[in-house]
């Protein structure tokens, strides 16, 4: 029976004070390990090391967009990865052309120990290539390990933003993406075991979660119904409802009646198919 462990490195929204920003690590079955999105600063290097997640352990990133609460955290992951793992390929960076700019241009700016940074990658003082970026497109099925592919789908947020379903050996998970209301993640989450969905806020603040570009957690619940996931998981949680979460629960339980939980920095959930 397939599995995946999924570990939540940050949760908070990009306005969170006490979560640090998205991250999370897919641990599949056939050895492959994922990191998706890479939060800001050294939550990624803190967070993993905390759960016995190293930072050099990583081969491969999935970013949903370039915004920087979710792709900053690439500066320091090539940067300690690289001092740990002389030897380490480059670490293969995967999203849509328009958040790959982005990273290039991040990583152009900051100069965390990055020398060149040209349309393949980047290589760093000593000119060895550290980043290898892949350019993907919506709908396209990418192969990470012996039975891990992944595949991207449009999300409602900003231009080039998208979520992600990683199937590994019959077992399928789908992270939503910072999005609004999303038919396109509906369609992409049919037959996955667990749906991974922001909720920015409530359906009582569903005009100020639209505004931002953010879903609520009904949205959440809706998506999970409609889309038949047997498991639902809640982030990107804002302060508002850092402390208690609950709110979010119910209001996503109204219109999903399969397990609801709500992520925390560090909680570690394996799913196995049914």
């Known amino acids: 029976m397939p599995k995946m462990k999924i570990s939540f490195l940050g949760t908070g929204s990009g306005t969170s004070t006490n979560r640090a920003h998205t991250a999370m690590v897919y641990d599949c079955d056939d050895g492959t390990r994922l990191l998706i999105d890479t939060s ?56 849509t052309e328009e958040s790959l700019e982005w990273a290039k241009k991040m990583c152009t700016s900051n100069h965390l120990n990055l020398a060149e940074v040209d349309n393949d990658g980047a290589k760093n003082r000593d000119g060895r290539q550290v980043l290898r970026w892949n350019a993907v497109t919506p709908g396209q099925q990418i192969s990470l390990g012996p039975t891990t592919t992944a595949s991207c789908f449009p999300a409602d947020h900003i231009s080039g933003a998208v979520g992600w379903r990683v199937d590994s050996g019959g077992l399928s998970v789908v992270f939503s993406g910072d999005t609004r209301f999303n038919p396109e993640l509906i369609k992409a989450s049919k037959g996955a075991r667990l749906l991974i969905h922001e909720a920015f806020r409530t359906d009582d603040e569903t005009q100020y979660a639209n505004n931002h570009g953010h879903s609520t957690s009904g949205d ?55």
């Not at 090391?49 to 949903?64: C, H, Y």
């Not at 915004?67 to 670490?91: N, Y």
Request: aromatic residues 6%; hydrophobic residues 40%.
């Open 220 to 274: 959440a619940g809706r998506s999970a119904a409609q889309a038949g996931v047997a498991e639902l998981v809640l982030t990107h949680i804002d302060s508002a409802f850092d402390a208690d979460p609950q709110p979010l629960i119910d209001d996503a339980k109204k219109h999903f009646n399969g397990p609801i939980s709500a992520a925390s920095d560090l909680y570690q959930i394996t799913v196995s198919s049914p």
């Open 40 to 95: 800001s600063g050294n939550s990624v290097a803190r967070s993993g090391s905390e759960l016995g997640i190293p930072v050099e352990s990583f081969d491969t990133v999935l970013l949903s967009h370039h915004h920087p609460d979710h792709m900053s955290g690439l500066l320091f992951v090539q940067f300690l990865r690289a001092l740990e793992r002389q030897d380490a390929p480059p670490l293969d960076v995967y999203s």
